[in-house]
């Protein structure tokens, strides 16, 4: 079975205590059920922003799309 991508965003506030409880429910009930999951982490947060002026470390230009989606 192929890995089902979730985009995990801690951001501000509350999110960086709850995030990882939240991502250990989700691993116990991926390994429970048999579910690949594969977790895709951002630093999107307004210290990010407040430090370098963008609210991800992506890069400013985006990578181009693959032939598929042209």
Same mark, same amino acid.
Not at 15 to 33: C, F, I, K, S
Not at 39 to 68: I, N, Q, V
């Given at each position: =079975?192929? &890995?089902?991508?979730? @985009? %995990?965003? *801690?951001?501000?506030?509350? +999110?960086? /205590? *709850? =995030? !990882? /409880? +939240?991502? $250990? %429910?989700?691993? &116990? *009930? &991926?390994? $429970?059920?048999?579910?690949?999951?594969?977790?895709? /982490?951002? +630093?999107?947060?307004?210290? #990010? #922003?407040?430090?370098?002026? $963008? =609210?991800? @470390? $992506?890069?400013?230009?985006?990578? !181009?799309?693959?032939?598929? @989606? &042209?």
């Amino acid at each position: =079975m192929k &890995a089902r991508r979730i @985009a %995990v965003i *801690a951001g501000d506030g509350i +999110g960086r /205590e *709850a =995030m !990882p /409880e +939240g991502l $250990r %429910v989700l691993q &116990a *009930a &991926a390994t $429970r059920y048999q579910l690949p999951l594969r977790f895709d /982490e951002f +630093g999107w947060s307004c210290d #990010y #922003y407040l430090k370098h002026g $963008r =609210m991800d @470390a $992506r890069p400013s230009s985006p990578p !181009p799309l693959p032939k598929s @989606a &042209a």
